[in-house]
């Protein structure tokens, strides 16, 4: 092991191949740019929005603080605009090719190598899901960057790598409270495989002293509401939609075609490979997290945060051992369907043709049916709100079962008059209860029965979704403990 390190330090990382991997990448923001405007605000973008904008916190019931402040501050400076919205994302996913590339060249990767590593983030479900704002959008590049400068550290051990692996962590958790997870397991790692030196380095211990101050404000919030992000598991749990398919949609998600390979390949040679010896113990911490994810019934697509090195590990060994003479006319092929699988899963489609398969391959259905409707009911209600008259408007709150109603009622709404929503769902409970004021409610779902027993008269607006209330028979800081719900 100490002549393998010796070695790994005393030989140059390979140049980097700029022109390749930053086409790959500017061709990668140039897409998910091309495709930002269409077609509407998803649910969680609207959520995430009106969330930073109009009720900006240190936390909320199921994410840390900086993607809502993001996507509030975005439609702040940018008021409407989708392509600014989805900005943040967009070069998260780019730069996030050019961070694969990087790991492949500390592995040892030459130009091939780094290309193709770039490619195959390129052509993942990542990119996919980059055309919304979202903290499982943004966290990945984050995951990404933390893996390389680890990679790095073991090639060179200059420990100030590992302060900023720290601060890096630090922005992870304000994004999502998953990286823990990748920690322990890094940790464990070396401690079984080496290099045990790892955990005595007093900058790991800095940087990690580093995340976690920069965490208190939202740890002090959680802990201010009786943290209620402990209760997101048992909301992810119960979606869970059972472990073949976890590991389906996971294996899946690292992309169609090529990204399926080169991830079950790059687990493969970080455990075997010899020359990536000094790597086993982040391939092996990298497997665990997966489990994690699998046991605690996580969603799928928290396996998007750890294609980063085996990717850049598939494409170093591929090109390395040279298996077959034939891979190099067959890898090119391969990268470009892999391409047109992830293009044509994008919005590059008209409207009318997003319910339409072509196989297994959705062409844009995986985002219209959640952004269109959003926009219609936020429009709908909105007419409804400003239709009522003066006197009975200034006593009526708008309620939404759900947060997803919610949000695009009080973004969409807002253009006629409607001056908030109220909701017992999720995070919208902690935003506020109506004013004692409002004896009326316009409310906007599918279950009426939910505020029935506090008022007297209820009649239907439209049937199935909009029904009014009138004649509250008891406060609100009454009714609003009772119709907490996750």
Same mark, same amino acid.
């Given at each position: ?32 740019? %091309? ?11 609207? =959520?995430?929005?009106? %969330?930073?904008?109009?009720?900006? @916190? ?35 996913? @780019? ?42 959008t943004f966290d990945p590049f ?38 823990p997870a990748l920690w322990v397991?890094?940790?464990? &790692? ?20 580093? +995340? ?10 959680? %802990? ?25 949609? @996971? ?14 390949? &790059? ?5 075997? /490979? ?25 969603? /799928? ?11 850049? @590990? ?16 067959? +890898? ?52 409804? =709100? %400003? ?40 995070? =919208? ?15 906007? &779902? ?41």
């Open positions: 092991m100490q002549t393998v390190r010796t070695r790994l330090e005393a030989a140059p990382a390979p140049g980097f191949a700029r022109v390749p991997v930053l086409v790959i990448a500017v061709l990668t923001g140039g897409v998910l740019l %091309a495709t930002s405007a269409r077609y509407a605000r998803g649910f969680d973008e609207l =959520y995430f929005l009106v %969330a930073g904008r109009d009720h900006a @916190a240190w936390g909320y019931f199921d994410q840390p603080p900086l993607i809502p402040l993001l996507a509030g501050g975005m439609d702040t400076l940018f008021p409407g605009s989708l392509i600014a919205l989805r900005l943040p994302v967009t070069l998260a996913a @780019a730069a996030g090719v050019v961070v694969t590339a990087l790991v492949a060249r500390e592995l040892g990767g030459g130009r091939a190598a780094q290309a193709m590593a770039a490619g195959a983030y390129a052509t993942s479900g990542i990119v996919i899901l980059s055309h919304w704002i979202a903290t499982y984050l995951w990404t960057v933390v893996v390389w400068l680890l990679v790095r550290w073991v090639r060179n051990r200059r420990d100030g790598l590992l302060v900023w692996a720290g601060v890096v962590t630090a922005v992870s958790l304000a994004t999502k409270f998953l990286i397991a890094v940790l464990l &790692g070396a401690l079984v495989f080496g290099p045990r030196d790892l955990l005595g380095r007093p900058k790991l211990w800095l940087g990690g002293a580093i +995340a976690v101050v920069a965490t208190i404000p939202t740890l002090a919030w959680q %802990a201010a509401h009786g943290w209620p992000y402990a209760r997101m598991s048992d909301v992810v749990a119960a979606e869970f939609p059972g472990y073949g398919v976890f590991f389906r949609d @996971a294996l899946t998600g690292a992309g169609i075609g090529v990204g399926m390979v080169a991830l079950l390949y &790059g687990f493969w040679r970080l455990l075997r /490979s010899p020359e990536l010896r000094p790597y086993r113990f982040l391939g092996v911490a990298l497997l665990a997290v997966i489990a994690a994810f699998a046991l605690a019934q996580g969603r /799928s697509y928290y396996v998007t945060s750890v294609l980063a090195l085996p990717f850049a @590990a598939a494409a170093t060994e591929l090109t390395r051992r040279n298996l077959v003479r034939w891979w190099r006319a067959v +890898a090119w092929p391969a990268f470009v369907l892999s391409a047109a699988v992830t293009v044509s899963a994008l919005p590059v489609f008209p409207a009318d043709m997003t319910r339409t398969n072509l196989g297994f391959l959705p062409l844009g259905s995986v985002f219209a049916p959640g952004e269109l409707p959003q926009a219609e009911i936020g429009e709908q209600v909105g007419k409804l =709100y %400003a239709g009522l008259p003066t006197g009975e408007r200034e006593h009526t709150a708008v309620f939404a079962e759900i947060y997803p109603m919610a949000a695009a009622v009080e973004y969409y709404g807002a253009r006629h008059g409607v001056p908030g929503v109220y909701s017992g769902h999720r995070g =919208y409970w902690y935003f506020d209860r109506p004013p004692e004021s409002a004896t009326e409610v316009l409310f906007v &779902g599918f279950d009426p029965g939910l505020l029935r027993p506090y008022f007297g008269e209820v009649s239907t607006v439209v049937d199935g979704l909009v029904w009014r209330y009138a004649d509250r028979k008891v406060p609100w800081r009454e009714i609003w403990p009772a119709i907490k719900r996750q």
